[in-house]
């Protein structure tokens, strides 16, 4: 049984898989910090200081001794109070459309490179088919006479 876990964790598609789930996690911390230091701020300045995570709608009464913040979700959320925050689910939406842009982006690029290079393969493969095709020297002889008729269409007539 540990030689056939051996065998399978030796796969290269496991190893890709485990690779890409590591460079994913990184990008998704990448991606997380843009979104969080530079889109949001970005985006609640051009709507006049918009601060998604404030978003919620109250369900039920403030306690009378609270004293924190009444705009506050995270403050209001820890006294108990009950509401539903839609303002994480906006951030989270806008982190998935950075996230799927930033992949579409990623993969576009990818593919032309890839498409380039096979174009150039193709080429290649091409010119090198056709210096490679080998001749028949009688063909040459015959296609050097029409060539040399064909120039010369003149035929003496008896």
Do not use: H
């Not at 998704?28 to 709507?47: K, R």
């Not at 010119?127 to 015959?142: F, G, I, K, N, W």
Request: glycine share 10%; proline share 6%; net charge negative.
């Amino acid at each position: 049984m540990f030689d056939e876990f051996k065998k399978f964790i030796a796969r290269g598609n496991v190893l890709d898989l485990a690779v890409g789930v590591i460079i994913g996690a990184a990008f998704g911390g990448i991606v997380t910090s843009l979104t969080e230091g530079i889109i949001m701020p970005l985006i609640g300045w051009g709507f006049g200081d918009i601060d998604f995570t404030n978003w919620f709608i109250r369900l039920g009464p403030i306690p009378a001794d609270y004293a924190g913040e009444r705009g506050s979700y995270a403050q209001l959320k820890e006294a108990g109070v009950p509401m539903i925050g839609y303002g994480e689910l906006v951030t989270q939406v806008i982190n998935f459309l950075v996230i799927a842009f930033a992949l579409f982006l990623l993969v576009k690029t990818v593919n032309r490179a890839l498409d380039e290079m096979l174009e150039k393969q193709k080429d290649t493969e091409n010119s090198a088919r056709s210096d490679e095709v080998p001749t028949d020297p009688q063909l040459d002889v015959l296609k050097q006479i029409l060539s040399e008729l064909r120039a010369n269409p003149t035929v003496p007539k008896p």
